[in-house]
């Protein structure tokens, strides 16, 4: 059953599944509500920042298609400022990669309208900014697709929600040790310093970290992806200026255009991805979970194959910038689930706690 609108609600954490569950609830009148983080958003190591995230259409799933496509009307609108439709091109051995066949049947399915390239060279006719060698490679393209300025718009949405009432709690204060149960029923948090916070519902949108409050094991584990960041000049800038967003399906590597203004060129991969082991505060369980005090941005560390992916992405990609030093490299966290599914729902055996997580790499 709903409860009152007027019960409080705790949101654990500020990325964009917390954000936008709070500004959703609060358009539909909920008004005590209140979003603890580790830090203050745009939160530096947390999975809805840095520079870039791909906006593209092209989801296997025939419902993420749909959610993909739906949500793009928000980033032609409301954050517009922040959208770059530089266009989105996918890059497989052949035709026969399932992901992209699949992609391409549900833009198609929607109406919508995909180029193919048997010959992936031929995308270099749409796009000068392109140097590198396609030979042997399939591709398609939607020019609608194309990236955000995550950091941007995730500051956006965090003042929205702060407009519309919502409370923010950062620091120690904000930082959950543990959730607060009493009986079958989750009450509310602990925080590190010692606090209590109580509530009559607890969302739980921790993201990676979700392991060290709640069991989750399997379903929703932590993945480490390497991202590395480079500084053009000006000129090299704008040689690469016009380039889509592109993956390669095959290597998982992929990259984005200069960002403009401050031109720094991003490469990462999607791939198996790096467990980092901790122990949980809270269950005692060794899961895999960035760490929770202080920042995973800060290190750059990158195990070493890691960084060989990103390298050899980089010479594929730009073969003229092959050898430079990367900027900054760091490792992003997916919530990968067994079906690549989102997790939202109540618990099943806990009342007052909904889990709204899994943004995984799908
Ligand atoms: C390398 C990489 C590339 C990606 N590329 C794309 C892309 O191009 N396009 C795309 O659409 N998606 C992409 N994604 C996926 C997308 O970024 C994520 O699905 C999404 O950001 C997840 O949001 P979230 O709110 O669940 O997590 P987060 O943004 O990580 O938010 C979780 C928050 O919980 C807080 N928290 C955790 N534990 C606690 C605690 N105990 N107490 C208080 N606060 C806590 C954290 O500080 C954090 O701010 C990518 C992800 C990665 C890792
Ligand atoms: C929010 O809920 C708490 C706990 O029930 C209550 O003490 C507080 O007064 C409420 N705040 C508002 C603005 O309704
Ligand atoms: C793409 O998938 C459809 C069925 O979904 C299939 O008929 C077609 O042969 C596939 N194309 C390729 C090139 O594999
Ligand atoms: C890109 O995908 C969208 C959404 O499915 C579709 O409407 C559009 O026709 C596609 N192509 C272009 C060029 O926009
Ligand atoms: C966590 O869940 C797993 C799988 O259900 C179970 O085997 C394990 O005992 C649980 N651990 C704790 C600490 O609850
Ligand atoms: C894409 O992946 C294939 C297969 O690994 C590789 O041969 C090719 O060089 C890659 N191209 C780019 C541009 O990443």
Known sequence: MPIPKDKKIIIIGAGVFGLSTALELSKRGYNNITILDRHVPPVVDGSSVDISRIIR???????????????????????????????????????????VNKSMENVRS?????????????????????????????????????????????????????????????????????????GSRIVGVNTVN????????????????????????????ASGQPVGFIKL??????ELENTPVMINMTTGVFCFPPTPGTNILK???????????????????VISSPRREGSNAKSGYLPDDADEALRDGLRQFFPKLEGRAWMRRRLCWYTDTP???????????????????GG???
């Open 57 to 99: 259409f092209d989801y296997a799933d025939p419902l993420y298609a749909r959610m993909a496509k739906e949500a793009y009307q928000g980033w032609q609108k409301e954050y517009s400022d922040f959208f770059y439709q530089s266009g989105f091109v996918m890059l497989a051995k052949d035709a026969s990669n399932v992901y």
């Open 233 to 238: 000049t000006p000129d090299e800038a704008r």
């Open 194 to 221: 010692g606090g209590t916070i109580l509530a009559s519902q607890v969302i739980l949108c921790t993201g990676a970290w979700s392991n060290r409050l709640l069991n989750l094991t399997h379903t929703a584990s």
């Open 360 to 362: 995984a790499g799908q």
């Open 267 to 285: 490469l990462a991969r999607h791939g198996h991805g790096y467990a980092t082991e901790a122990v949980s505060e809270t269950t005692g369980r």
């Open 110 to 182: 929607q109406g919508g309208q995909v180029d193919v390239f048997h010959n992936a060279n031929d995308v270099k006719k749409l796009y000068a900014g392109i140097t590198s060698d396609f030979s042997g490679l399939y591709a398609t393209h939607n020019a609608s697709g194309g990236w955000a300025d995550a950091e941007k718009s995730i500051q956006r949405l965090a003042s929205e929600c702060s407009l519309a009432g919502v409370s923010f709690i950062t620091g120690p204060q904000g930082t959950v040790h543990s959730l607060r149960q009493e």
């Open 339 to 357: 079906t690549g599914d989102f997790i939202i729902d109540h618990h099943s055996a806990l009342d007052g706690l909904f889990v709204a997580t």
